[in-house]
Every structure is written in C-alpha cells, then in structure tokens.
C-alpha cells in the first residue's frame, strides 16, 4: 500500500467521527450450546493494537479460570483472557487468535474462535442491550445491515465489565481521599453524564458521590442528548438558562445511538447549550482521539478511570468558565 493510500485510510477513519460512525471487528467466539449457531461478537476497533495468531500461552496460578495466563509479545508482558469462557461460549475449533488491545491504559488480549470482517457503521445501527443472558456484559446490539428485517445482528461486548470481572485489580472502589475537598457546583445544578457500561456508570457514579456534586446519568449519548433539550425547554418556562440547572456535561465517546463526539458536537452547536462545558470521560486513549477532542470544542479529555484527574478536570473547568 502507498503512503498516499495509508494517509487516506487514516484520514477516513479520522473522519468517522465527525459524521457519528464508527468501525468495529467482528469476530466469533463459539457456541453458547450444543445446539446453538455461532454468534458475531463485535469491539471497536479504536481498542485493537493488533490481531495475532494465538501463540505460546504461560499459565499462571492463582488467577481468575478465566484468565488463560501471559504471553511475551516483542518483550511485553501481556494477560490473556479467554473470552468464550467469560461469554459462556465453547469454540469449535478452538483459540485460534488473539486480540491485542489497550484499553483504560492497560494492555491485555482476548482469546476468540475467528475473526469476521471490519464493517463500518453508524452509531445509529447500535441499539442498547437489554440486559439478557450475558448480564452486563454485553452494551448494546449492531444491526449490521441497518433497519431491515433480518438484518445480521452483533453483540458489542462491555469491555469494562469483562476487565472488571476477570481482573478486578483494573477497578477497584473509588478513594474518596483521592478526589479532594467537595466541588461546590453552582447551587441548583448538576452534572449530566452519559456512559453505556454499566461499570463506568458505577464508578462514575462512586467517583462523583465522592467529590459531592449531585447528577444525572444516562445510558447513551441520545438519551443524554434528549435528557439535556427537556431539562433546557422546562427551565426556559420558568424563566431560567440551562446553566441554572446543569453545570456541565461528561460524556463517554462509544455509546450507542448517538456517540460522545455527536453529542458534544451537538451542544457547541446550538445557541443554548454553547456555553454549557464538556468534559469526554474515555478509554479510548490515544493522541487521535484527544485531537478529535478538541475538533469538537470539549473542555476537557479524562482516561478512564481515575477519579483524582477526573475532579482535577471538573475544577479546571468550571474555574475557567467562572472567569469567562
């Protein structure tokens, strides 16, 4: 491939994020009974580093039944979690490949059956999970071919739950010594947050109790969206601006429906919302992500899921907004 053609594949998938797309890696983990078809799983593909053919795996002792054991790739050291057992599959022809990702500042990699494709898609196609015979594990569903009948579906799998579940040293309960003295929102506001895993809700919600600022959490970037315009049309009935009754808005960027950068970039655009703060609360790290950020007009970029930078990132926001 030329450098021309690798340039325009980055821009492309940079650009994604600008129209609510996004792309996702199918790939399958097995049957959940004997007499059961194969499903497609699906992760973003913003989370994958790389996609290897599973090598020599050292068990470990004392680790979760779910964790197959480590790996050296070139020198690092990663934790390999058998998927189809944490989903309750059983593959047919094994753990053939394993996919490296890095995700919330750590790197491990997920054992699958195969992989399918890359399909691109928009958030639109992605609908919220209920919560069935995966739990929390699962966030929401993709119909691959849009809104048509019998369109192939593809679970999308809740990362920080499995993380959570299998390696719960990633997660542990928020420290309320960490985030400091109370934040004093302005008096009758409150924080809208939005974040599809059940999870990051949790520990959002753990994290903000901490910092003592009351919320409202909602489950993906439309709700948040609606949520905010009724919040706005009911506080303008009374004769008061949006900013009398929300301080600010945290968003998580994958949510179906409707992603963090369309939200945000829905807020900075409309004249009642523009004044409103934004702060994105991610674990999609990385240097393309945050200049996205900053495309979109948020105040501010947290990785996920340190609370201290997060009630850090909420004071310096809201001070510069004091002083505008």
Not at 23 to 44: H, P, V
Not at 118 to 133: F, H, K, M, N, Y
Not at 245 to 274: H, S
Not at 287 to 312: I, M
Request: one cysteine or more.
């Amino acid at each position: 491939m030329s450098n021309h053609s690798i340039q325009q594949e980055v821009d492309e998938r940079s650009n994604l994020t600008s129209s609510n797309k996004f792309e996702m890696l199918l790939f399958r983990l097995g049957k959940a009974r004997a007499d059961a078809q194969s499903e497609l799983f699906g992760i973003n593909v913003f989370k994958i580093r790389e996609i290897v053919a599973m090598p020599e795996i050292t068990a470990m002792s004392g680790t979760n039944p779910h964790m197959l054991g480590i790996v050296n790739l070139r020198g690092q050291i990663i934790p390999v979690i058998d998927l189809p057992a944490v989903i309750g599959c059983t593959p047919t022809s094994g753990l053939n490949i394993m996919l490296v990702t890095e995700f919330a500042r750590t790197t491990q990699a997920f054992a699958v059956e195969s992989v399918e494709d890359i399909v691109r898609l928009d958030w639109g196609q992605v609908l919220p999970a209920e919560r069935g015979s995966s739990g929390a594990k699962v966030t929401s569903i993709a119909r691959l071919d849009g809104d048509v009948n019998n369109s192939r579906l593809a679970q999308v799998l809740d990362v920080e739950s499995i993380l959570g579940e299998v390696m719960p040293s990633q997660d542990g309960e928020v420290d309320v010594a960490s985030v400091g003295q109370v934040i004093k929102l302005k008096p009758g506001t409150m924080v809208l947050a939005a974040d599809d895993s059940f999870v990051a809700r949790s520990l959002i919600e753990q994290g903000l109790h901490a910092m003592g600022v009351p919320f409202i959490m909602t489950k993906s970037g439309q709700e948040a969206w609606t949520k905010l315009q009724t919040i706005s049309d009911d506080a303008e009935s009374k004769g008061q601006h949006i900013t009398d009754r929300i301080a600010m808005v945290l968003t998580d960027l994958e949510m179906p429906e409707m992603d963090g950068f369309t939200l945000t970039r829905n807020i900075k655009q409309d004249p009642r919302f523009r004044n409103l703060p934004v702060i994105i609360h991610s674990s999609l790290s990385g240097s393309t992500n945050e200049d996205h950020v900053r495309s979109v007009g948020a105040d501010g970029y947290v990785a996920k899921f340190q609370a201290d930078e997060l009630a850090a990132a909420i004071r310096g926001v809201l001070v510069r907004y004091e002083h505008r």
